[in-house]
């Protein structure tokens, strides 16, 4: 919509589907949870454990994003740009390093599906250029030539950017389940997120040890850091 020579607003709705992406994780894991050796619970008893990647990844990304501009008029010239969006994906985004792949059950990734570690629910950007009108040829012209050469022929300019937090998880370091995977999630026992503005992140008591040989029932990457 363009509200006059100078100043437009637009709003736009973007989409992504990806396929084939990279997981990497611990893999020839115990098929199931369970007392006991691991390696007659392997996928190949006679392989170790290994990390590696697998291009069987998926994503989504949903977007809708506002951008209020106006060119140079008057000398001011600024943009405003806000995004509301979400992506999602399977098991962990990217390679091992960028998330450390919560995946509890490697071979039902599905089971794994959540915000990606990229995720940033809001962003907004604002960004604008003042031309002082003081000088030679300005609205404010002192009639010095050098008084004009000081103070004429500046800019004011700003940038402001404010984003929402990146989301992490939190994990349980010991192989409850007994599979070989090294950690599982814990499960959800009251509201994580009481804790919040405190010296934690998030109410630690909200959480429990999964009994012995189970998975948590805590979501991937279900809290997030501060805004930014």
Same mark, same amino acid.
């Given at each position: ?7 437009m ?5 973007v989409?992504?589907?990806?396929r ?10 115990a098929?199931? @949870? ?5 390696? +007659?619970?392997?996928?190949?008893p $006679?392989?170790?454990? %290994? $990390? $590696? ?5 998926? %994503?989504n ?9 106006r ?10 740009? $806000? ?6 994906d399977?098991? &962990? ?7 450390? &792949?919560?995946i509890?059950? @490697? ?5 794994d599906?959540g915000?990606?570690?990229i ?12 031309e002082?009108? #003081? ?9 010095? +030539? ?15 950017? %404010?984003?929402s937090?990146? +989301?992490?998880g939190?994990?349980?370091?010991e ?10 999630? @814990?499960?959800?026992?009251?509201? @994580? ?6 010296? #934690?992140? #998030? ?7 999964p009994?012995?040989?189970? #998975?948590g029932?805590?979501?991937?990457d ?7």
């Open positions: 919509h363009q509200f006059s020579d100078s100043t607003l637009s709003v736009n709705y989409g992504s589907g990806s084939r992406l990279e997981i990497g994780s611990v893999y020839n894991t098929l199931t @949870p369970g007392p006991g050796a691991i390696q +007659p619970r392997q996928l190949f $006679y392989y170790t454990q %290994a $990390y $590696y990647d697998r291009g069987i990844g998926r %994503a990304y949903n977007a809708l994003q506002a951008t209020l501009s060119h140079t008029s008057k000398g001011l010239a600024y943009q405003v740009a $806000y995004t509301y969006s979400k992506s999602l399977y098991g &962990c985004t990217g390679l091992y390093a960028i998330e450390g &792949c919560s509890q059950q @490697p071979y039902d990734i599905y089971l599906r915000v990606s570690a995720d940033l629910t809001h962003m907004l950007s604002i960004s604008g250029v003042y002082v009108p #003081f000088g030679k040829g300005k609205r404010f012209d002192t009639g010095s +030539p050098v008084l004009n050469y000081i103070v004429g022929n500046w800019q004011l300019s700003n940038v402001f950017y %404010a984003r937090g990146e +989301p992490f939190v994990t349980v370091g192989d409850i389940a007994n599979t070989g995977v090294g950690s599982v999630r @814990p499960n959800v026992v009251g509201d @994580p997120h009481t804790g919040q503005g405190s010296q #934690f992140l #998030f109410n630690p008591s909200a959480y429990a040890i009994t012995l040989y189970t #998975f029932n805590s979501g991937r279900s809290l997030r850091l501060p805004a930014y």
